[in-house]
T-cell receptor, first 113, second 114 residues
Framework: AQSVTQLGSHVSVSEGALVLLRCNYS??????LFWYVQYPNQGLQLLLK??????LVKGINGFEAEFKKSETSFHLTKPSAHMSDAAEYFC???????????FGTGTQLKVEL | DVKVTQSSRYLVKRTGEKVFLECVQD?????MFWYRQDPGLGLRLIYF???????EKGDIPEGYSVSREKKERFSLILESASTNQTSMYLC?????????????FGPGTRLTVT
């Protein structure tokens, strides 16, 4: 079975500061990992994904994530936060059969001036 | 670009009413999903479908049913709405081609049951 843990339901950073959103996963098979972003009253939008190959994955809006198998982690980072980054972020894992994803409980990112 | 649309953005229904939520995708995807999203609980899978007329229960199917008569359309049905079904409902779709595992989401339907 697959599971995802997102540490910190709320994260607050200053504009221009580093963004770090944590995600740890559990999977019985090699995982495919995803980060999604949700702006208020909207659906989820894919930020980036890891399937195979390079472990550092770059996504949209300057975000990137690194797959670390030894730590079972897939943390999301952005060097410099912008006010427009304020949103909820979800980590997800696909593993085993089928095309289902298991989502974490989300991290609300607040960006302050 | 993949487009997933949902029939309503906001819906208010009374307890006991039968509620239909419609989802349509335009990318010929085989797989479609219904989730509900609640604060602090993330997204929880209600039902999914991997082909026309095929469906499987997700993690929280109680109180819900689904219908998939055409490939592009996946409906979620609340047979008798209850207040604990007040939530945001998200539809998603994905193809079956190897490597195409990301799901594409609709804008969501915020359902309030009074």
């Amino acid at each position: 079975a697959q599971s995802v843990t997102q540490l910190g339901s709320h994260v607050s950073v200053s504009e221009g500061a580093l963004v770090l959103l944590r995600c740890n996963y559990s999977s019985s098979v090699p995982p495919y990992l995803f980060w999604y972003v949700q702006y208020p009253n909207q659906g989820l939008q894919l930020l980036l994904k890891y399937t195979t190959g390079a472990t550092l994955v770059k996504g949209i809006n300057g975000f990137e994530a690194e797959f670390k198998k030894s730590e079972t982690s897939f943390h999301l980072t952005k060097p410099s936060a912008h006010m427009s980054d304020a949103a909820e972020y979800f980590c997800a894992v696909r593993g085993g059969g089928g095309n289902k994803l298991t989502f974490g409980t989300g991290t609300q990112l607040k960006v302050e001036l | 670009d993949v487009k997933v649309t949902q029939s309503s953005r906001y819906l208010v229904k009374r307890t006991g009413e039968k509620v239909f939520l419609e989802c349509v995708q335009d990318m010929d995807h085989e797989n479609m999903f219904w989730y509900r999203q609640d604060p602090g609980l993330g997204l929880r899978l209600i039902y999914f479908s991997y082909d026309v007329k095929m469906k499987e229960k997700g993690d929280i199917p109680e109180g819900y049913s689904v219908s998939r008569e055409k490939k592009e359309r996946f409906s979620l049905i609340l047979e008798s709405a209850s207040t604990n079904q007040t939530s945001m409902y998200l539809c998603a779709s994905t193809g079956s081609d190897r490597g195409l595992y990301e799901q594409y989401f609709g804008p969501g339907t915020r359902l309030t049951v009074t």
